[in-house]
């Protein structure tokens, strides 16, 4: 069974940086797409950027690109999932959740929540302006 658990969550001001990673156990099998999704209260959850773990290729969302950046870093039994985040803005308030999911997809249908069954318990980012 696929366990995700996040961490790393705090508050900044705007402009400044985060770094929030995601503990992935229970990867039996190759290429998954690990994927970090964020919600803000009243609105959907949104896909920030999705990874896949074997060509190690990042799609992000519009709305981070060239100021997020995903990474992977493979253990024999532990996956880490990174996100640093730079240049943050009070936009990016949100709860940040990671995923993982085993489908045959790309990364732009990897950015879709339904596409995802595993999930973490998330983890909160406040930016104050």
């Known amino acids: 069974q696929v366990r995700l658990v996040e961490s790393g969550g705090g508050s900044v001001q705007a402009g400044g940086s985060l770094n929030i990673s995601c503990s992935v156990s229970g990867l039996a099998r190759t290429g998954y797409w690990l994927t970090w999704f964020r919600q803000s209260p009243g609105l959907g959850r949104e896909g920030v950027v999705s990874t896949h773990i074997i060509t190690r290729r990042s799609t992000y969302a519009d709305s981070v690109r060239g100021r997020f950046t995903a990474s992977v870093d493979r253990g024999v039994t532990l996956t880490t999932l990174y996100l640093q985040m730079n240049n943050l803005k009070p936009e990016d308030t949100a709860t940040y959740y990671c995923?993982?999911?085993?489908?045959?997809?790309?990364?732009?249908?990897?950015?879709?929540?339904?596409?995802?069954?595993?999930w973490g318990q998330g983890t909160q980012v406040a930016v104050s302006s």
């Open positions: 995923a993982a999911s085993i489908r045959g997809m790309d990364g732009t249908q990897a950015l879709k929540s339904q596409n995802y069954d595993d």
